[in-house]
């Protein structure tokens, strides 16, 4: 397979973002750029617009997206193809297990805390995942990303309760 054919069959991993594009997705991926000065690798974000007429991916989910064949419009060039991981349910790969939290650079299980909670007793601060009601029941009351959003342009007087910002 030549590099021109491998790079058109590219499956890249980002996190959804606030788009404004009807039928579409606004994925930001995450790069490392190489810096010829430092010789050191730095983060650089990337912005692409992916075709998801269903609206299967919301704000925060990380979801998985290939280059289209034939371009769309001029911004949206890549298709979503689903959702990896909703907003706040990581799975480990290697693993498989559900991750918690993030602690000082290394990954909390779901599994572990339970067993901690089993030695030491319940904490009041825990938050129990098994009796969370699941992601979409604050639509309408805190969670508006399934409403048609639009770009916020300037601070007016009138309420703009779906804008975005620029």
């Known amino acids: 397979m030549s590099l021109v054919g ?16 009807q039928n ?3 994925i930001v991926v995450k790069k490392l750029e190489l810096d010829q000065n430092l010789l050191m690798y730095f983060h ?6 992916a ?17 289209l064949s034939e371009k769309l419009t001029t ?13 706040g349910d990581v799975t480990d790969p290697i693993s498989n297990k559900k991750v918690a939290t993030l602690r000082s650079g290394t990954v909390a299980y779901r599994d572990d805390l339970e067993e901690i909670d089993n030695l030491y ?23 508006f990303s ?18 975005v910002p620029r």
């Open 121 to 143: 007793g319940l904490t009041k601060k825990r938050f129990n995942y098994v009796n969370a009601p699941k992601r979409g029941w604050q639509e309408d009351k805190k969670d």
């Open 24 to 26: 579409a997705s606004k």
């Open 44 to 49: 650089k974000d990337e912005v692409y617009y």
């Open 75 to 87: 911004h949206i060039t890549h298709q979503v193809l689903k959702v990896v991981y909703p907003l």
């Open 146 to 163: 399934h409403k048609k959003s639009y770009i916020k342009y300037h601070e007016s007087e009138e309420e703009q309760p779906y804008s």
């Open 6 to 21: 491998a790079t058109k069959s590219l499956l890249l991993l980002g996190r959804c973002a606030p788009s404004v594009k």
């Open 51 to 67: 075709h998801d007429p269903e609206q299967q991916c919301k704000t925060g989910d990380v979801v998985l997206i290939q280059e």
